[in-house]
């Protein structure tokens, strides 16, 4: 059976709207999520999100969802850098942003689904889910980071 899903929640001790320029700002984007580089991003449904990650060359993403600011989400291919995605080969990733009261932060949940129907063998979509299960800590450890320390 291929799992579907990934979910992570951290809390962050920063504003939502802090939080929110860090999630969807190129410079920071390109900092906690790509290669160091700056994104490409036209922050609207429907539009192209590029990230550079190195090695892995440009990984192009259509964003879905943009709602200013508490969720944003894209899809992205889980096939070669470079495919664009498309619902049958791509997972959605979404996150979301609350207040926090007991903090004073923001509780930021992030949610990765689709592993399940990306027409793959099953080793391969568990493989991809394997491997993002991994790099989602790292990644969401830098995002806080960004935006506990860095200027937005």
Do not use: Y
């Not at 490409?40 to 892995?56: A, C, E, Q, S």
């Not at 791509?90 to 004073?104: G, I, K, P, R, S």
């Not at 800590?137 to 506990?148: F, V």
Request: charged residues 25%; negative net charge.
């Amino acid at each position: 059976m291929i799992p579907d899903s990934i979910e992570r929640t951290i809390v962050i001790n920063a504003s939502v709207e802090r939080v929110w320029s860090v999630l969807t700002e190129p410079a920071f984007l390109g900092e906690w999520f790509g290669n160091g580089e700056p994104v490409k991003i036209d922050l609207r449904p429907g539009g192209l999100l590029l990230f550079d990650h190195g090695v892995h060359g440009a990984i192009p993403a259509r964003i879905e969802k943009v709602e200013p600011p508490h969720t944003f989400s894209w899809r992205w291919s889980q096939g070669a850098a470079g495919e664009e995605p498309t619902d049958s080969n791509a997972t959605l990733v979404e996150f979301t942003l609350t207040a926090d009261e007991a903090t004073a932060g923001t509780r930021l949940t992030m949610t990765e689904t689709g592993f399940a129907h990306l027409g793959l063998p099953v080793d391969e979509a568990v493989d991809r889910h394997r491997a993002n299960s991994l790099n989602w800590p790292g990644k969401l450890d830098r995002l806080r980071t960004q935006c506990e320390h860095a200027r937005a």
